[in-house]
């Protein structure tokens, strides 16, 4: 498990009521609920780069690569850099 670490922002008073709110009614701890919204928006946002990336680089097509293995590569040096 990663080392948890403090982190501050500031949000919106609105937000701020639907978050607690939200977790409250579903025993959610705020923090918990607030990592994983974040990790899965920079998912979203890379899997959106690397399409963006493949459709530039269309009319390379005959020297192209199998999309699935190019996210397993990408997988393999995302884990090389943070080892």
Known sequence: M???VPYALKISEEA???LKS???ERGIMQAYLVEQAV???LDR???LEDALEFKRW???EPHKIDF???LKERGKAKR???S
Do not use: I, M, P, T
């Open 39 to 41: 990790v899965e928006k």
């Open 16 to 18: 701020r009521d639907r």
């Open 22 to 24: 939200f977790c409250a």
């Open 58 to 60: 269309k009319h390379q």
């Open 68 to 70: 699935e293995a190019y």
């Open 45 to 47: 946002e890379e899997l």
């Open 2 to 4: 990663a080392k948890k």
């Open 80 to 82: 090389a850099k943070a």
